[in-house]
C-alpha cells in the first residue's frame, strides 16, 4: 500500500462544473497537506496547503481535510478548460514529504 | 514566485558520458531536492540535503551523486550516463525548521536524453 494514495484519473468533467479530486494516506502522524498542480511539460506548483481539520478555501479553490478518516480532498468550483493538469497531493510526515502518483483532470470545454 | 534556477533546461548527450545538473536558489532555503519524473509518471525522490554538507539518499536508487558546498548550490553528477537515465531531473527547495516550510518549490526541470 502507498502512503498518499489518489485515484490516477483521468477525471473528466465539463465546463463550469465542481471537480473533486481526493487522496489518502496512511500515516495518522502525518502533520500538513498539501496540493500542488502540474501542467504538462511543467513543473509542479503549489495550489494551497492545509493543517486543521475541515475546509479551508482560496477563489474558485477549497481544500477539505479530516484526519480521523486519513482524507484529503480538492474542489474546483466552476472548473475551467485551464484547470487541465495533473493534481499532486503531498503530505508530509516529519521532515518528509510524501507525494501521491497524482490524478489528471481534463476540462471540457 | 520561486526563485530556483536548474541550467541545463535540455540535454542530449552520448552514452558514458560524465554530466553535471546544475540548481540554484536565490531563497536561502536550507532543504533542496532533486526529484525524477518520465513523462505522465510520478515524482520519484532521488536525493536531499538539510544543508551545507548534507546529502541524502532518496526513495528512488538512482546512479547519481550530489555535492553541497554552499546553501544556494545542489548539483547532481551522472558520472557515466545510460540510456536508463533519459528523464526529467527537478531540483526543488524548501524552508527548514519554519512552521510553515514545508512548501515545495520547483525549478523548471531538466530534460536529459542519453543516446
Not at chain 1, 500500500?1 to 487522496?23: F, H, R, T, Y
Request: aromatic share 12%; charged share 20%.
Amino acid at each position: 500500500q502507498k502512503e498518499v494514495e489518489q485515484n490516477s484519473g483521468p477525471l473528466s468533467v465539463p465546463e463550469g462544473a465542481i471537480a473533486s479530486l481526493n487522496c489518502t494516506y496512511s500515516d495518522r502522524g502525518s502533520q500538513s497537506f498539501f496540493w500542488y498542480r502540474q501542467y504538462s511539460g511543467k513543473s509542479p506548483e503549489l495550489i494551497m496547503s492545509i493543517y486543521s481539520n475541515g475546509d479551508k478555501e482560496d477563489g474558485r479553490f477549497t481544500a477539505q481535510l479530516n484526519k480521523a478518516s486519513q482524507y484529503v480532498s480538492l474542489l474546483i468550483r466552476d472548473s475551467q478548460p485551464s484547470d487541465s493538469a495533473t493534481y499532486l497531493c503531498a503530505v508530509v510526515r516529519g521532515f518528509k514529504t510524501i507525494f501521491g502518483a497524482g490524478t489528471r483532470l481534463f476540462v471540457k470545454a | 514566485e520561486a526563485d530556483i534556477y536548474q541550467t541545463p533546461r535540455y540535454l542530449v548527450i552520448g552514452t558514458g558520458k560524465k554530466i553535471t545538473l546544475e540548481c540554484s536558489q536565490t531563497m536561502g532555503h536550507d532543504k533542496m531536492y532533486w526529484y525524477q519524473q518520465d513523462p505522465g509518471m510520478e515524482l520519484h525522490l532521488i536525493h536531499y540535503s538539510y544543508g551545507v554538507n548534507s546529502t541524502e539518499k532518496g526513495d528512488l536508487s538512482s546512479e547519481s551523486t550530489v555535492s553541497r558546498i554552499r546553501t544556494e548550490h545542489f548539483p547532481l553528477t551522472l558520472e557515466s550516463a545510460r540510456p536508463s537515465h533519459t528523464s526529467q531531473y527537478l531540483c526543488a527547495s524548501s524552508e527548514f525548521g519554519h512552521p510553515n516550510g514545508n512548501t515545495i518549490y520547483f525549478g523548471e526541470g531538466s530534460w536529459l536524453t542519453v543516446v
